[in-house]
Structure formats: structure tokens, C-alpha cells
């Protein structure tokens, strides 16, 4: 796609760069530096809003002449809300979690744009059920001594070793790792902040 104006990804994760990328092939990636403080319990869309909206703003305020994208992404079992693990243990506590049962993985994308000399906001939500199998101790410790849980909200990697974890999934597999491409493709569309190439 080609965008209206200059792109830039308010967020450091390569999983959200790289699906970036199969959207645009130029865009700058800029930290937000916004604490991602996480409450135990709450509505998963609303705080993935909340955040994401938060994140693009923190970069906005110094590129008002470009289109930011802001995204969070909570894990929820019913209210409960999973953030990324501190320790170890609270990784393997939270895999225990997701054992055997169904929870939600609630994307939201913040899209901030210069329309009429001020700055727009659009902020969408995109929400996938995942059922992990029942998995012993033994995987739970291996996967976590991996490392690879530690910066993933829920405590892991759909596209990575807890793939072997996953018995369905219902939605978009790109909400789980970190943006919906699809529909915020279609949204920048709708917007007229980007066409397609052949356009």
C-alpha cells in the first residue's frame, strides 16, 4: 500500500514491525516510552484501547504531519487480565492458567492522523478465542526456561514454541501476535489514508 502521509509504528516490538511490513514497505518505528500498566481485572477491549490510544498519542504529539499507529494487546481469562510476567514463576503460574481451557486475545489499534489542521483518531478492536490443550508442569517449566514467554502478554508466542500449546483458534491468528493486518489494512483504506499500489 501507499500511504497519504508519512507512517510511523508507536511501538518497539519486532512481532508489530513485522506485520507492519506486510502493509508497508517504508515506515519509521518510533518507542512510545508509555508504561503499559495493566489492572488484574477490567473489560479486555476497553484497557486495549485505552493503551493503544495512549502509545500513538505519546508519538503524535511530535509527528502531528504523520499517520501513527498505536496498539496493545491484552490476554484475558473472562476478566481477568494477563500481562506480561515478571519472573519466571508468574509465567509458569499463568500458563497453568490457560491450561486446558479457552481465553481471549483483544488487539487494539489506535490510528492518529492530520485531517484539517488538527489531528484525528480512530481506535478499533479486534478480539480471537484461543483453547490451549492440557499441558503438564514439565512443558510449562521447558517453555518458560526458553525465555520466550517473558515479554509476550499471556506469557507466550502463538507463533512460536507455544504453538504446540494451541487445540483451536477462532479469529485472526495476527491479533494473537500483536495487530490485525487485515483489518487495519482495510481501515486505513476506508479512511483514504492509503490506497493500493495499482491504484
Excluded: N
Excluded at 193 to 198: E, F, G, T
Aim: charged residues 30%.
Amino acid at each position: 500500500m501507499v500511504a497519504k502521509y508519512p507512517v510511523v509504528l508507536a511501538s518497539a516490538s519486532p512481532r508489530r514491525r513485522e506485520l507492519v511490513q506486510r502493509i508497508f514497505d517504508r515506515f519509521e518505528v518510533v518507542d512510545s516510552g508509555v508504561p503499559e500498566h495493566l489492572p488484574e481485572f477490567g473489560d479486555p477491549e476497553r484497557v486495549a484501547k485505552r493503551l493503544a490510544r495512549a502509545k500513538a498519542l505519546g508519538v503524535a504529539v511530535e509527528r502531528r504531519e504523520a499517520i501513527v499507529l498505536g496498539a496493545d494487546t491484552v490476554v484475558a481469562v473472562g476478566e481477568r487480565l494477563l500481562a506480561k510476567p515478571e519472573t519466571p514463576a508468574e509465567a509458569e503460574e499463568m500458563l497453568r492458567m490457560l491450561s486446558g481451557r479457552e481465553h481471549t486475545v483483544t488487539t487494539a489499534v489506535a490510528i492518529l492522523y492530520p485531517a484539517d489542521d488538527e489531528t484525528r483518531a480512530h481506535v478499533f478492536a479486534d478480539t480471537t478465542r484461543v483453547r490451549f490443550r492440557s499441558l503438564t508442569d514439565a512443558e510449562i517449566r521447558a517453555y518458560v526456561e526458553t525465555g520466550e514467554p517473558m515479554d509476550k502478554a499471556g506469557a507466550y508466542a502463538i507463533q512460536g514454541g507455544a504453538a504446540a500449546f494451541v487445540e483451536s483458534v477462532e479469529g485472526d491468528v495476527d491479533t494473537v501476535i500483536g495487530l490485525p493486518v487485515s483489518r487495519l489494512r482495510e481501515t486505513l483504506l476506508r479512511l483514504s489514508l492509503a490506497c493500493d499500489v495499482d491504484e
